[in-house]
């Protein structure tokens, strides 16, 4: 009976750590169907966070520090891909996160704004996650994707660093492009795919019977504890029948599953897979938010595919501009960053595109370098989310927390909130005001 107990509960927090969901937070928020909303307003937040830091060097020219229009700036060498994309963008500067502890990373605390740091659990949900409950419903929470050496990705398909739902409640991502299209696309793939699908909502069906019959006639905290068990297998498998019942719209943004899946060269396979199978789930409606992390949230990293020999932490500590190395990575990231732009403008929605009610966040997990402060944080905003926020503008921001610019997000997808994980005595410790940042919303 122990050994059995045991294996349930295993089971239960595996599957909750596959799905991205701790124990399956509010992945019933969503809609049967999901549906695909026809009016304006923002309907999507994607995050692409780079490892090793952002030194805002490698975005705008040396010495321009005065707030302007983007009309007549050259972009850096590093972002000249988002060139075309100038007049959908907003550049800011000059916010810190110095309460974040970054060091080698942030962790939780970049997309928390608060304490971070190698082992320290979350003390409460990051912007990604409260963004996806603000948005309109979808079928999934927001979903995380990381992006590592291959060894690294095979070794932990999922990892949990940068993203939660709650005080401990870390959302991890997936790393392993394979897992992460079997468990949205399984259910319309072929072959060994398909079948590994139907297997696992088979198994997931019994253990689900098989909880529900251990509760009953256990004392109280037992129980309890059972009908969390009973609950979160009762949410994923109703997430997989609401998958079947989205067939058609799932093969029609399903990726071709290719030798990079299974037989991939280099990371970079991967990490092209998986962007590939983000960008799906948001044209599929599958989910609101993406946060994409180069790095993991961590401060290794490989990028062998475009070249570079180097890996790992050394990485971190080569200056970034001007750098071959970094313009490498730089120019990799900003044409994933353009692949996003242009799928999600290929996709209608509404009277326009999926780009027009879009925002993307484009940072780091570490301020502007690896052994940071934080006294420096520098955000790319592309999209304007259906009108609410300005674009072709460089902003520089002075001293106020990376907390400000989330309430602004906040304010942006009408979720209006005083300020971000910051109570009042810390406000004034790090120049926190009340309210969105002045000059970024329309």
């Known amino acids: 009976m ?6 349930i509960q295993g089971m ?30 923002p309907r999507r937040v994607i995050f692409f966070l780079q490892n090793h830091g952002f030194d805002p060097l490698t975005c705008l020219p040396k010495g321009l520090e ?29 916010l810190h996160g110095r309460h974040t502890n970054p060091g ?27 963004l996806g409950q603000a948005l309109p419903p979808t079928i999934l929470p927001p979903l995380g994707i990381g992006m590592e050496s291959l060894d690294s990705m095979r070794a932990r398909p999922t990892l949990a660093t940068l993203s939660a739902s709650g005080p401990n409640q870390p959302v991890p991502m997936y790393c392993d492009p394979n897992l992460l299209y079997g468990a949205l696309f399984g259910s319309i793939a072929e072959g060994a795919i398909q079948q590994q699908f139907r297997a696992r909502s088979q198994a997931l069906l019994e253990v689900e019977r098989m909880a529900q019959w251990k509760a009953k006639g256990l004392p109280q905290s037992e129980a309890e504890r059972y009908g969390t068990y009973v609950r979160g297998f009762g ?30 060269a280099f990371e970079t396979d991967w990490h092209d897979a998986l962007l590939e199978i983000g960008i799906a789930a948001l044209q599929a409606n599958l989910t609101n938010v993406l946060t994409i992390a180069s790095g993991c949230g961590e401060y290794f990293g490989s990028w062998k595919g475009l070249g570079i020999s180097e890996t790992g932490h050394g990485l971190g500590h080569l200056e970034q501009p ?54 420096a944080w520098p955000f790319v905003l592309i999209g304007n989310a259906g009108g609410r926020f300005k674009t072709g503008r460089y902003s520089h921001v002075a001293e106020r927390p990376i907390n400000d610019l989330y309430t602004t ?34």
């Open 2 to 7: 122990t050994n059995r107990r045991a294996w």
């Open 12 to 41: 239960a927090t595996g599957v909750g750590a596959v799905l991205g969901t701790g124990i399956f937070p509010a992945l019933g928020q969503g809609t049967g169907e999901g549906v695909i909303q026809s009016v304006g307003g």
């Open 66 to 94: 005065e707030s302007c229009d983007l009309d007549g700036v050259a972009l850096e060498k590093p972002m000249q891909a988002l060139e075309p994309y100038k007049s959908r963008m907003h550049i800011i500067t000059g």
């Open 104 to 130: 080698h990373s942030a962790y939780f605390g970049a997309l928390g704004a608060y304490r971070g740091g190698t082992g320290v659990p979350p003390s409460a949900a990051t912007i990604d996650y409260v």
């Open 235 to 264: 949410e994923l498998n109703g997430l997989n029948e609401k998958l079947s019942r989205i067939s058609e719209r799932l093969k029609r943004f399903a990726p071709k599953l290719d030798e990079r899946y299974l037989r991939p």
């Open 322 to 375: 001007d750098n071959e190395i970094w313009t490498k990575i730089r120019q990799y990231n900003c044409a994933m960053l353009v692949k996003l732009i242009k799928a999600l403008e290929a996709t209608p929605e509404g009277a326009g595109s999926m780009m027009d009610h879009s925002l993307i966040v484009y940072s780091s997990n570490n301020a502007e370098k690896q052994h940071s402060e934080g006294a």
């Open 409 to 442: 997000l906040l304010h942006g997808v009408g979720a209006p909130v005083d300020r971000f994980n910051m109570d009042k005595n810390l406000a004034a410790i790090h120049q926190s005001r009340l309210g969105p940042i002045e000059g970024l919303l329309t």
